[in-house]
């Protein structure tokens, strides 16, 4: 059974560079003249996800997300034969209903992560002028009036099972880089979403701003893991706790790191090492 199309619920404390948000208005404006493809760029962890979501909620229009790391045949997007009581019938997916409802945003999340070289080939026709692909299943289908096609993608050798992307692809696209934010947005999103008080996001970010401009430590300290770290706090862990078990970094870094901002020692090196029964 294909799933309904719904449009998502707006996050009412989402932060974005004003020139990105007048650039999606005027390509907002541009789909309700013709469909339009936007490939959005950036580091892992920094929204990419997040501002097409909201970009759907913003302006009411129904999401339909598809992983294109599952992608392991050409034509798998629109469908599959199956086998149900002896018999085989062709089983449609979302892909073809979503691109065919009028406004729906659709997005093909890491689309450089195809498993097969040739799933994304399908895409050619429905982000060209064209608009339109055939398939022998289910005949002629046209892109509907006002979709929006949204690509998100990380890039870098330090991202395994990722390609880079066609060129004749890519260049089907605007292309909409976003970064992390800055620390006084980045405290703004850790309060709001979280509920933690200002000085314990401030400690946050004072600790992570070290991690990030260390040259030696090769994990990407993300906006995703500042709210890991102070959800953590805000259910009840310590700042050292909620710091070591959401990252993948060295805890003697981490504990160095604690003293050079003064935390209170009591949190900062008592650590507990007696087994106890989960019970």
């Not at 992560?113 to 046209?142: C, M, T, Y």
């Not at 692809?169 to 309060?191: A, C, G, H, W």
């Not at 993300?222 to 959401?246: F, K, N, P, Q, T």
Request: aromatic share 8%; net charge negative; with cysteine.
């Amino acid at each position: 059974m294909i799933p309904e199309l719904h449009i998502p619920e707006l996050d009412n404390f989402f932060y974005l560079p004003e020139e990105i948000i007048n650039v999606l208005d005027s390509l907002e404006k541009l789909a309700r003249k013709h469909s339009v493809n936007i490939l959005v760029v950036g580091r892992q962890g920094c929204g990419k996800s997040s501002l097409i979501s909201q970009f759907a909620a913003y302006y009411k229009r129904p999401l339909a997300v598809f992983q294109i790391g599952q992608l392991s045949e050409p034509g798998q997007l629109f469908g599959e034969h199956a086998l149900k009581g002896g018999d085989t019938y062709y089983q449609e997916f979302l892909f073809p209903r979503a691109i065919s409802t009028p406004n729906c945003v659709v997005h093909l999340e890491e689309i450089n992560r195809p498993e097969h070289p040739k799933a994304l080939n399908e895409l050619f026709s429905v982000l060209s002028e064209d608009r339109s692909i055939w398939s022998d299943q289910l005949g002629l289908i046209k892109v509907a009036k006002g979709v929006v096609f949204f690509a998100s993608m990380n890039e870098g050798e330090e991202f395994t099972g990722t390609d880079s992307l066609d060129v004749a692809l890519r260049d089907r696209f605007y292309i909409l880089p976003v970064d992390y934010p800055s620390v006084e947005i980045e405290k703004k999103i850790l309060t709001s979403k979280t509920g933690i008080d200002d000085n314990q996001a401030g400690m946050i970010l004072k600790i992570i701003g070290s991690l990030r401009s260390d040259p030696n430590i090769d994990e990407t300290i993300s906006v995703r893991h500042s709210l890991m770290i102070a959800e953590l706090m805000v259910a009840g862990g310590s700042l050292r706790e909620s710091l070591i078990y959401s990252l993948s970094v060295s805890r003697d870094l981490i504990e160095s790191l604690l003293l050079a901002v003064h935390v209170e020692t009591k949190e900062t090196i008592i650590k507990s090492s007696e087994y106890k029964l989960f019970l």
